[in-house]
């Protein structure tokens, strides 16, 4: 496997050592005699990552070679691009990824992947019937797992979700919506919706970029995989109050939640209490009590939902539900994920093994010369494309002769 290219001919190796120094080391960043081209291996295609942009930056283009072919090949990239940087390495993950590491970044902003035979990408490739390829923006941390509760109307789901509001206003959120339709009085754009033409989010349905959507009196809406991704970059644990189809499409992806069905006691208790509400005409209950039935039947039958409360008595059924998520013997608090001050030069270094990465800074500053080491561990990667890509162990290491055994946790 490919670790680093100085230029698109010049191939690194993985070392047997990870702590091998300095022949263990292979110089990364900007090198001007390959024009700021990085290039790795995966699967015997050759991935060029990067190029001249404004004379300063250089872009994140990719062409691929097929080496079993000769050719070159034209991609179709999906995901959002990380914006041009002064200098960036790249190393195959997986053999299905590349992590591209940004030089003279934030934190926030180095780590990215750029998923080359993921399931996703296999399965867009299918789709769309071109090679394809999609980035994916790497964070430190598991971060919080989405919560997934569903449940047939009239259960109480949404009384249960509003507790949980108000005991834990900074620890759970709510992902923004999309919808086709106009805004309607005083309604703003990314608070109450996302207003996007219809061309625009159909489009972004078929890349698999959204966790599920309806038509609704001729209007789409539906819940985008980022607009979760963006609570859980809050510092949030995000909620999704969604039916058992929706939670099954949400199943389907990328996306790692947590998933909890609320049922009644009896389908002849949930006849009543809708009844109960006495807010609509038997028309409607009759189409909610069908409705509420397939869901009953598949929520408690279909192995989907990693747990099921039953919502005899609402106080004793919140109690299970602070239990399962965790929060009985906790106060309210975000949950931000916190990475202290990292940014890896445009001169660095890196070493590859096992699915840790060693990165060797080097600066110099009035005269000295400093060295930093940080170590990065990819073996527990969730999520990706076209999500967040996350899992990263971020490592400071004091120094070469300590190796593993004296590292800490950014």
Same mark, same amino acid.
């Given at each position: 496997?490919?670790?680093?290219?100085? @230029?698109? *001919?010049?191939?690194?190796?993985?070392?047997?050592?990870?702590?091998? #120094?300095?022949? !263990?080391? %292979?110089? +990364?960043?900007?090198?001007?005699?390959?024009?700021?081209?990085?290039?790795?291996?995966?699967?015997?295609?050759?991935?060029?990552?990067?190029?001249?942009?404004?004379?300063?930056?250089?872009?994140?283009?990719?062409?691929?070679?097929?080496?079993?072919?000769?050719?070159?090949?034209?991609?179709?990239?999906?995901?959002?691009?990380?914006?041009?940087?002064?200098?960036?390495?790249?190393?195959?993950?997986?053999?299905?990824?590349?992590?591209?590491?940004?030089?003279?970044?934030?934190?926030?902003?180095?780590?990215?992947?750029?998923?080359?035979?993921?399931?996703?990408?296999?399965?867009?490739?299918?789709?769309?019937?071109?090679?394809?390829?999609?980035?994916?923006?790497?964070?430190? @941390?598991? *971060?919080?797992?989405?919560?997934?509760?569903?449940?047939?109307?009239? #259960?109480?789901? !949404?009384? %249960?979700? +509003?507790?949980?509001?108000?005991?834990?206003?900074?620890?759970?959120?709510?992902?923004?919506?999309?919808?086709?339709?106009?805004?309607?009085?005083?309604?703003?754009?990314?608070?109450?919706?996302?207003?996007?033409?219809?061309?625009?989010?159909?489009?972004?349905?078929?890349?698999?970029?959204?966790?599920?959507?309806?038509?609704?009196?001729?209007?789409?809406?539906?819940?985008?995989?980022?607009?979760?991704?963006?609570?859980?970059?809050?510092?949030?644990?995000?909620?999704?109050?969604?039916?058992?189809?929706?939670?099954?499409?949400?199943?389907?992806?990328?996306?790692?939640?947590?998933?909890?069905?609320?049922?009644?006691?009896?389908?002849?208790?949930?006849?009543?209490?809708?009844?109960?509400?006495?807010?609509?005409?038997?028309?409607?209950?009759?189409?909610?009590?069908?409705?509420?039935?397939?869901?009953?039947?598949?929520?408690?039958?279909?192995?989907?939902?990693?747990?099921?409360?039953?919502?005899?008595?609402?106080?004793?059924?919140?109690?299970?539900?602070?239990?399962?998520?965790?929060?009985?013997?906790?106060?309210?608090?975000?949950?931000?994920?916190?990475?202290?001050?990292?940014?890896?030069?445009?001169?660095?270094?890196?070493?590859?093994?096992?699915?840790?990465?060693?990165?060797?800074?080097?600066?110099?500053?009035?005269?000295?010369?400093?060295?930093?080491?940080?170590?990065?561990?990819?073996?527990?990667?969730?999520?990706?494309?076209?999500?967040?890509?996350?899992?990263?162990?971020?490592?400071?290491?004091?120094?070469?002769?300590?190796?593993?055994?004296?590292?800490?946790?950014?």
């Amino acid at each position: 496997m490919s670790v680093k290219r100085k @230029g698109c *001919g010049d191939v690194g190796q993985e070392t047997d050592n990870l702590f091998d #120094v300095p022949d !263990g080391l %292979l110089p +990364a960043g900007y090198d001007s005699e390959s024009n700021g081209y990085q290039t790795a291996i995966v699967n015997d295609k050759i991935y060029v990552v990067g190029g001249s942009s404004d004379g300063e930056k250089l872009s994140m283009d990719v062409k691929i070679f097929d080496k079993s072919t000769g050719k070159w090949l034209i991609p179709t990239i999906l995901g959002t691009k990380p914006v041009p940087s002064k200098g960036h390495s790249a190393v195959p993950v997986n053999n299905d990824r590349i992590l591209i590491l940004k030089g003279d970044c934030s934190a926030a902003d180095c780590f990215w992947f750029l998923e080359v035979d993921t399931p996703y990408v296999r399965e867009q490739e299918k789709l769309l019937g071109t090679d394809v390829i999609a980035w994916s923006k790497g964070v430190a @941390g598991d *971060g919080s797992k989405p919560v997934v509760i569903s449940g047939p109307s009239g #259960v109480g789901k !949404g009384t %249960l979700i +509003a507790k949980l509001m108000k005991e834990f206003p900074t620890t759970f959120g709510f992902s923004v919506s999309h919808t086709t339709r106009a805004p309607r009085n005083k309604e703003i754009n990314g608070v109450h919706y996302h207003f996007t033409e219809r061309s625009i989010m159909e489009k972004e349905i078929r890349e698999g970029k959204f966790l599920e959507s309806a038509l609704v009196h001729g209007n789409l809406y539906g819940t985008s995989i980022e607009a979760v991704e963006t609570v859980t970059d809050a510092g949030k644990r995000c909620i999704l109050d969604i039916d058992v189809q929706g939670a099954r499409s949400v199943r389907s992806s990328s996306l790692d939640a947590s998933f909890i069905f609320i049922c009644p006691p009896s389908f002849e208790e949930l006849e009543k209490r809708l009844r109960a509400r006495g807010t609509e005409t038997e028309e409607q209950i009759q189409k909610r009590l069908r409705n509420a039935r397939a869901e009953f039947d598949e929520g408690k039958s279909s192995g989907l939902f990693d747990h099921i409360l039953v919502n005899d008595d609402l106080e004793t059924c919140y109690q299970n539900l602070k239990k399962l998520l965790a929060l009985n013997d906790r106060t309210d608090a975000n949950c931000q994920p916190t990475v202290k001050s990292f940014k890896i030069p445009v001169s660095h270094s890196i070493s590859n093994k096992d699915r840790k990465i060693l990165i060797h800074s080097g600066t110099s500053e009035l005269g000295k010369e400093s060295t930093s080491l940080f170590l990065l561990d990819v073996s527990s990667l969730k999520g990706g494309a076209p999500g967040r890509t996350r899992g990263l162990g971020i490592y400071a290491i004091n120094s070469y002769a300590e190796g593993l055994d004296d590292i800490k946790l950014l």
